[in-house]
């Protein structure tokens, strides 16, 4: 059973359109962190959220922390080629612990 | 500032065989993080060594096996390789925190 669930698995959009992901969990999650990961590459840290309720934006990028600490969403406003990749949430679960528990991931293609 | 570093890139062994990866962590970081990622899935939580200590492990068997060493860099040992070893193994270094740092990982096949 997967501690963290991503979706969509997979999506395609054209440049210029709007998208969002989500990750959903039944625990609680003292922090929690989105990855790019591009191919044969490590994941790239975007951003961490370790208040309920939190937003950040990162440029075209706005992350979100649910009120309970238990899921996340990412959308993404005018999308790029450039954004096109893996994109991975991982959580820690509790606290005192440094042991990040990774999705499945979205695997995202930005359509010129 | 050099970021985290893994090598070797590429490696391939045959079944039965042990494997040593190596990572020096982000300069400043104290802690290293193993984590391996199998084709299409979230990379999965080895285990994490600080002060020279494994302080955490994930569900993989004893065959998987760690050392860190007093200037913070790592090695991650396989032994009596088995097919299903076969994936991207990522090291990510941290200084007391959640945020961790991914090196570029590297691609062990067992053929």
Known sequence: TQLLEQSPQFLSIQEGENLTVYCNSSSVFSSLQWY???PGEGPVLLVTVVTGGEVKKLKRLTFQFGDARKDSSLHITAAQPGDTGLYLCAGIVGFGNEKLTFGTGTRLTIIP | DAGVTQSPTHLIKTRGQ??????SPKSGHDTVSWY??????????IFQYYEEEERQRGNFPDRFSGHQFPNYSSELNVNALLLGDSALYLCASSLMGPEQFFGPGTRLTVL
């Open chain 2, 18 to 23: 042990q494997v040593t990866l190596r990572c």
């Open chain 2, 36 to 45: 391996q990622q199998a084709l299409g899935q979230g990379p999965q939580f």
């Open chain 1, 36 to 38: 790019r990961q591009e």
